[in-house]
């Protein structure tokens, strides 16, 4: 810009009334005075190097750095307060030099230390979420996305941009002030969930104004949040007569409900993939038949019933029991906690929340139980060497030394853990490894295929593996999921002391005591009266047929008294929900008379704890087992439907569409009379959560 320009430019907002101190200008200033006394730094110190996010480098010297890397690596944070103390003189000087200043995006102030700058700078409180005024206030931090929602828009939309000194982006002063400039200056301005953060812009953003946190809609949340799932697309359709088989590897996990909750308590709706439809089921306990026998330890539910989201279809509904093992008859516990210390685990539902999670299953132990804590960070270290359990002033002392700081040696703490478990080894009794983490693995061997391979090897021993989930903003769901099946174990994910109680306490023999291992189900649909079927969840548990009898294949953990359910939505012949044609030229199956009443065989295969050779449980799907009215079905068959329905619809599969959320809301509340936990009551608040979010 010429000077001349310049000077009109200047001498018109001379003439400008000086606008009311608030907020809003106090940050303008701050910004300015930084710009100012950074530019002139790099003018009298050539030397001096950029740093910081390449939209808004700062220049900062040698010495500089150096003190400030000695701040940060104290976790010293520079509050807004004494910003605005050190600014002002700077910013006095530069009104009365030029008279005015040209408002600008305040500067990002990153206070992540150095090793765990691995991508643009997310603080704690506004990972997954928004920004909470408060704790900015108090850090004096913003991500790169909240600084560039704080960028003044206001009377500067149609400013135009032209390239700075260093090649960036700037602002330029139009010859005349852009519409509505001066009244802008000269008002306060309107109330923000951001401070100041220009309404329409927010509105671009947000998905929705919370009290005090803003919520971003859940393309923003995740692209945001960093978390990692395993992608896959919900089963198709499967045409009998040619697919007639199904076969996959049963699943107990339950973490995706607990993500699926806390996604939905934040005003997101959770990113597909993050929705594990079998999970979902599976985490509410059902009333199923209890086998009688350790050697047999489940006895195979299954009803066939309308389909609550299509009346020319029916449900298969197959549920298990594991065999509950009484206390008196409860194995021996040889459990290596295996605890993720890493910078990443430094927030409040990370590492603190694991210290808690801890405390309460180490008070289920008995004195035969031994505990032994590994933890891992920059290099993997024993904290507690095998304690009993009734050594509670032990062990908790031991979890409450843990802290968290530097980078995450994942592979180095799991051959740690794995080895401590087996200089430890009880026979006939559970031998487990329990992982805490958020899976930000990043040092040694850091790719999932090579620590995939890694839990593989060590299975061989008889070392179980459970994995505990924590946190957000780098949560690697997809990697825990494979460590927890590839270890003969199960995954859950703790985000409140809530799901600790149930998943280490209420329910810790399920979680800790395995009943069988290489658990697999396998139906045959029968052609005659079965035209097309699909498998509700299980995607990434699917097995080939001929996986089904080989005993070297991996397949899923069932733990004491655990309850597991599968549900398959089948199109009986005739129905006109037929989606294929039959085959021109394909041979017509005449199936046995026997098997004109049933749908299908049930077939499930499975290895106690201590063994590797499989055993075999058969049962056929008879006609005789469906039910024309849903409603006289039992609580947990309906309930179970409601939470299909639920997921589907979070997965926004096509099949689930003509349900509307109400009556799956109705569903669910018609069959929650057996709820002595409010894990039921607590699913239909979430089921009118995401109703209101879906905007439907």
């Known amino acids: 810009m010429a000077d001349d320009d310049l000077d009109r430019a200047l001498h018109r907002l001379r003439r400008t009334p000086v606008p009311a101190a608030s907020?809003?200008?106090?940050?303008?200033?701050?910004?300015?005075?930084?710009?100012?006394?950074?530019?002139?730094?790099?003018?009298?110190?050539?030397?001096?190097?950029?740093?910081?996010?390449?939209?808004?480098?700062?220049?900062?010297?040698?010495?500089?750095?150096?003190?400030?890397?000695?701040?940060?690596?104290?976790?010293?944070?520079?509050?807004?307060?004494?910003?605005g103390v050190i600014a002002f003189p700077l910013v006095a000087a530069l009104v009365v030099e030029r008279g005015a200043f040209v408002p600008a995006r305040p500067p990002v102030m990153d206070a992540t230390p150095p090793q765990q700058q691995a991508g643009p700078s997310v603080p704690a409180e506004t990972r997954g979420r928004g920004v909470d005024p408060a704790k900015t206030e108090a850090t004096g931090a913003l991500s790169e996305e909240a600084a560039d929602l704080a960028m003044p828009q206001d009377g500067y939309a149609d400013m135009p941009i032209v390239p700075n000194h260093d090649g960036e982006a700037d602002i330029a002063m139009a010859p005349e002030p852009a519409p509505g400039v001066a009244e802008s200056l000269a008002r306060p301005p309107p109330p923000s969930p951001l401070g100041a953060v220009a309404p329409a812009r927010l509105e671009r953003k947000l998905a929705a104004p919370m009290s005090t946190t803003a919520v971003l809609d859940a393309a923003s949340q995740q692209a945001l949040a960093r978390d990692r799932f395993e992608p896959a697309d919900p089963n198709g359709i499967k045409v009998t007569a040619e697919a007639p088989v199904s076969t996959f590897s049963i699943d107990a996990d339950t973490a995706s409900y607990a993500w699926v909750r806390r996604s939905l308590a934040q005003g997101a709706m959770p990113a597909p993939d993050a929705v594990r439809v079998e999970e979902l089921i599976n985490y509410f306990p059902y009333a199923y038949p209890l086998p009688l026998t350790r050697e047999e330890p489940f006895r195979p539910m299954v009803a066939v019933y309308p389909t609550p989201w299509n009346a020319d279809t029916r449900i298969v509904h197959i549920g298990i029991k594991g065999y509950d093992v009484v206390p008196a008859e409860r194995p021996v516990a040889n459990l290596v906690f295996l605890v993720d210390v890493s910078g990443s685990m430094d927030a409040p539902d990370k590492l603190p929340l694991v210290k808690a999670s801890l405390k309460m299953l180490a008070g289920r132990l008995s004195e035969r139980d031994r505990i032994a804590i590994v933890t891992y960070a920059g290099e993997a270290g024993v904290v507690l060497e095998p304690t009993p359990g009734s050594d509670l002033a032990t062990i908790t002392a031991a979890i409450d030394k843990l802290g968290a700081g530097g980078s995450t040696a994942g592979a180095a703490g799991i051959e740690t853990a794995y080895a401590l478990a087996r200089a430890n080894f009880v026979n006939d009794g559970v031998n487990r490894v329990v992982l805490a983490t958020d899976g930000d693995f990043n040092v040694g061997t850091s790719d999932d295929a090579g620590l995939t391979r890694l839990i593989e090897e060590e299975r061989k021993s008889g070392v179980f593996l459970s994995v505990l989930g924590f946190g957000e903003g780098n949560y690697n769901d997809a990697l825990m999921q494979r460590l927890a099946q590839n270890g003969n174990g199960t995954a859950a994910y703790i985000d409140q002391l809530d799901e600790a109680q149930k998943v280490l306490v209420d329910e810790a023999t399920s979680t800790l005591f395995p009943v069988a291992k290489d658990m697999k189900i396998q139906v045959e649909f029968n052609p005659a009266t079965v035209s097309e079927y699909r498998l509700i969840g299980y995607e990434t548990r699917m097995l080939a047929r001929t996986d089904f009898n080989d005993d070297t294949v991996d397949a899923g953990e069932?733990?004491?008294?655990?309850?597991?359910?599968?549900?398959?939505?089948i199109v009986p012949v005739g129905s006109p929900a037929r989606l294929s044609d039959d085959l021109r030229y394909a041979a017509r199956p005449v199936p046995a008379a026997p098997s004109d009443g049933e749908y299908g065989f049930l077939k499930i295969r499975y290895k106690l704890p201590n063994e590797d050779t499989s055993r075999l449980i058969e049962q056929p799907i008879d006609r005789s087992l469906e039910t024309d009215a849903l409603a006289s079905l039992s609580d947990d068959v309906r309930f179970a439907a409601a939470v299909a329905a639920f997921g589907q619809k979070l997965k926004g599969t096509r099949y689930t569409e003509a349900m509307p959320w109400d009556a799956v809301i109705a569903l669910a509340e018609g069959a929650r009379d057996a709820d002595p936990w409010g894990y039921r009551n607590g699913f239909v608040r979430l089921a009118r959560l995401a109703k209101s979010l879906s905007g439907h």
């Open 23 to 83: 907020d809003d200008a106090k940050a303008r200033a701050i910004a300015a005075a930084m710009q100012a006394f950074d530019a002139e730094g790099a003018e009298k110190n050539p030397a001096a190097r950029t740093q910081g996010p390449a939209a808004r480098r700062r220049l900062i010297s040698g010495a500089g750095q150096s003190a400030w890397r000695r701040i940060m690596q104290n976790r010293i944070a520079i509050g807004g307060i004494a910003a």
């Open 558 to 569: 069932v733990g004491s008294g655990a309850t597991v359910t599968a549900l398959y939505e």
